[in-house]
């Protein structure tokens, strides 16, 4: 197979580009001082793939690999350009996921890829949403307001809180944790694909 190649430099401590290159039997990373570091498919142990935005990057995606006896390999979208100023390598990053996942399958019959929050994320930021759920109501029942005397108010407020409910279910369900076959991976966990310039009318 041709190689797949993916270029980007991290951050301001990186002299030049990080080269990650994907063959036949293995991701090859290459860093500025040319020194190649393999990673074989068949030692990848978990991937997970997901937006994750940050400061001065709301459109950053990650992928990541687990080597089995290495430490975590984490690659995203965003190339280093200066001070708080990244670019966006959006289309080559995703032809170059593509490939690592084609040849993950291939070596990795039947793996699935995590997409979105890692399970220990996922339960902080669960413990995060019940806390700040409980004390808008604790807020709305306990903090007088100067409707009070209304008959209807504690019903409204039964009513907002009942109706918040709802909502805190379907965030819970839709930022569960989820893993998927490599070749089902779904659009949202890549960046969405450049519209093509409009014609001149």
Known sequence: MVPVIYRKRAGAISRDEREWRVEEDALVC???????RRHSWRDIVSVRLCHEPSRFRPWRYVFELQPKHDRKIEIDN???VGARAYEDRSESY???????VDRLEAHKP?????IGETPKRYFFLLLAALLAFCALAYA????PTPIDHLPYVPLAKLVIILLM?????????GSL???????????RALPPAAEPPGEDA
């Open 140 to 143: 709305l029942i306990a903090v």
């Open 177 to 187: 944790p989820r893993g998927v076959p490599l070749d089902a991976i779904p659009p």
């Open 30 to 36: 290459r860093g500025g001082s040319g020194q190649e």
């Open 165 to 173: 409910l709802p909502m805190l279910w379907l965030w819970v369900l």
């Open 110 to 114: 039947g793996m699935r890829a995590l």
């Open 94 to 100: 995703t032809a170059f996921v593509r490939a690592a």
């Open 78 to 80: 965003a190339h280093y």
